[in-house]
T-cell receptor, first 116, second 110 residues
Framework: ETGVTQSPTHLIKTRGQQVTLRCSSQ?????VSWYQQALGQGPQFIFQ???????GRGNFPPRFSGLQFPNYSSELNVNALELDDSALYLC???????????????FGQGTRLTVV | GQQLNQSPQSMFIQEGEDVSMNCTSS?????WLWYKQDPGEGPVLLIA?????ELTSNGRLTAQFGITRKDSFLNISASIPSDVGIYFC??????????FGTGTSLTVIP
């Protein structure tokens, strides 16, 4: 148990719809990042939030957006879903950024999104 | 873009055997991480490496940060059935972003 919880665990959506995925970070962690993991691939970095602001983004289009709340929980929103968006979406939380050697990220179990 | 290659892609071994897998990058990095992912779970950190040439152990696991800072290996000794899973190497890029490799799938045959 990492203390990072994601909801829902599974989701089926239709192409063109919008989806919101949620993540509760581990207590004391103020940095949350989101990853997309397609079948048979490693996780791909989507973006990262630190103290409610996006402070890093991978190679994903603007229809992938997010939020971080004052309690450091986070949401990932995807608009205009495409079939290729089907994947496991992982959330990871970390303690305050910049601490020397403090690089461990704790991952949640993920949300399996299927777009049909 | 950044190339982070893992080999082998998959391994099938007998219980009790030792395992070795590696990861190479096209650029120099200062931190290498090894994660394991079980089916239906998120990745879990196994070992973190911070210095070139560093050798770190965690139980039956041993990992080394290559002297060129472009590669790392992970060894598992005396494998057991619960070692089954996918092993990922990961690097930390600017902005503390994690970049994952392609993964090595390990199957342990009892």
């Amino acid at each position: 148990e990492t203390g990072v919880t994601q909801s829902p665990t599974h989701l089926i959506k239709t192409r063109g719809q919008q989806v919101t995925l949620r993540c509760s970070s581990q207590s004391g962690h103020n940095t949350v990042s989101w990853y997309q993991q397609a079948l048979g691939q490693g996780p791909q970095f989507i973006f990262q939030y630190y103290r409610e602001e996006e402070n890093g983004r991978g190679n994903f289009p603007p229809r992938f957006s997010g939020l971080q709340f004052p309690n450091y929980s986070s949401e990932l929103n995807v608009n205009a879903l495409e079939l290729d968006d089907s994947a496991l979406y992982l959330c990871a939380s970390r303690p305050a950024m910049g601490l020397t050697g403090n690089t461990e990220a704790f991952f949640g179990q993920g949300t399996r999104l299927t777009v049909v | 873009g950044q190339q982070l290659n893992q080999s082998p892609q998959s391994m099938f071994i007998q219980e009790g055997e030792d395992v070795s897998m590696n990861c190479t990058s096209s650029s120099i990095f200062n931190t290498w991480l090894w994660y394991k992912q079980d089916p239906g779970e998120g990745p879990v950190l196994l070992i973190a490496l911070y210095k070139a040439g560093e050798l770190t152990s965690n139980g039956r696991l041993t990992a080394q940060f290559g002297i060129t800072r472009k590669d790392s290996f992970l060894n598992i000794s005396a494998s057991i059935p619960s070692d089954v899973g996918i092993y990922f190497c990961a690097l930390i890029r600017s902005g503390n972003q994690f970049y994952f490799g392609t993964g090595t799938s390990l199957t342990v045959i009892p």
